[in-house]
């Protein structure tokens, strides 16, 4: 990754030896950790990296400054994957103060024992902090995705230093399309939170924005409408895209036939886009990003101890916690003798705001019959009228 400006240089780290994020994401390409020093008159670090590859920040760090020292730390959010050596760099630079808000300031010694008297700057939504033909301004973000997040615009050329906005998975060494992980790092790291993110884009639109410098992922220096238009999209919880996400759970093969039956006849019928899921082996961030992505979602389940799979009760249990909403569901249920599958999916989503959940359950008795076909080709006739 290439410095920001002649001033603003990237001292972030790359980590290609992770396996989870935050313990439960998939990352096969890694995950950047970005960190960023404005050389000025007074010079400012602006967050830090996981404890992870601390040893190499700390050289990158080390690199940038040469002969000099650190006057700010600016910590936009406290996350450790975000601050985790702030112990040591404090101990290292004994001038260094820790540029934050109050929030942030006092959840701190819940993450470091460390003595911030007379080291630290408390600032407030609009506040800004000289460095000399620098000045940053600072935003509160609170929910975004923390309670104590704010970002920093940097006013002379226009840089948002925006926390986990705009961030994705994926290594900065590593070719990839941005949305496509941007999107299942969003839904899932913030996807519960689309009115704070909305009231942060409402800020950033007073700002004459040129560079968008995230916590994880590349520096965004070209269509920022793009990448912008694609968060407004994603925080009010409008479709992205017309298509249709079948996410099944099959216990010995029946209900996921059936669910690839429907896609079959859903192409058959020329719907824009079909992606289907086996729920018990694909990524399940990438089975909630592909429910938020598209306008419409089916669901397919066998009864499974007088309840539904565990599998389809965790996915269930995503969305209800990320706030899904504005979208359309059919079911598809399975049971022997006495399913109940159906019913208690609709229920799931009747209380989620703004579902539509379509009239027709299909219901199978075990296996897919002639009778399950014909209703399966009414259920695609609801889903694309």
């Known amino acids: 990754m290439k410095n920001v400006t002649d001033n603003i240089l990237y001292i972030g780290v790359n980590d290609h030896d992770i396996d ?72 290292k630079y004994p001038d260094l103060k820790v540029v934050s808000n109050k929030k942030l300031l006092a959840m701190l010694p819940q993450f470091f024992e460390v003595d911030l008297t007379d ?93 968008i410098c995230p916590l994880h992922g590349p520096i965004l220096t070209e269509n920022l409408g793009y990448y912008l238009g694609l968060y407004q999209t994603w925080s009010s919880y409008t479709p992205e895209d017309e298509g249709i996400f079948i996410a099944y759970s099959s216990l010995h093969g029946n209900t996921g036939k059936a669910a690839h039956m429907l896609a079959d006849i859903l192409e058959k019928k020329g719907a824009p886009k079909v992606s289907i899921a086996d729920l018990a082996r694909d990524d399940m961030a990438e089975c909630i990003e592909d429910a938020f992505r598209y306008d419409r979602l089916v669901v397919a389940a066998p009864t499974y101890d007088g309840d539904i799979m565990p599998v389809m009760a965790d996915f269930l249990h995503h969305l209800k916690i990320k706030t899904y909403q504005n979208r359309t569901v059919g079911i598809i249920e399975n049971g022997s003798w006495a399913p109940v599958a159906g019913r208690i999916m609709k229920e799931t989503f009747e209380a989620m705001k703004d579902i539509k959940v379509l009239d027709k359950i299909v219901t199978i008795r075990s296996t897919v019959k002639d009778n399950t076909i014909a209703d399966l080709e009414t259920l695609a006739d609801e889903l694309l009228s």
């Open 20 to 91: 989870l994020f935050e313990g439960q994401y998939v990352v096969p390409n890694g995950v950047s950790y970005n960190s960023y020093v404005i050389m000025d008159d007074k010079i400012a670090i602006m967050d830090m990296v996981d404890k992870r590859k601390a040893d190499n920040w700390m050289d990158n760090l080390s690199d940038a400054l040469g002969d000099k020292t650190p006057d700010y730390i600016i910590i936009s959010h406290l996350e450790p994957d975000h601050s985790a050596y702030l112990g040591d760099v404090l101990e």
């Open 119 to 211: 080291r630290s700057v408390t600032v407030d939504e609009g506040d800004t902090l000289s460095l000399g033909s620098h000045t940053l301004q600072f935003f509160m973000a609170p929910m975004v995705h923390w309670p104590e997040v704010m970002v920093s615009y940097e006013q002379s050329e226009g840089i948002l230093f925006s926390a986990d906005g705009f961030g994705k998975f994926g290594a900065l060494d590593v070719e990839e399309d941005w949305a496509c992980e941007a999107r299942r790092y969003y839904f899932n790291i913030v996807g519960k939170y689309g009115a704070p993110v909305q009231a942060l884009l409402k800020k950033a639109s007073t700002l004459n924005i040129k560079t």
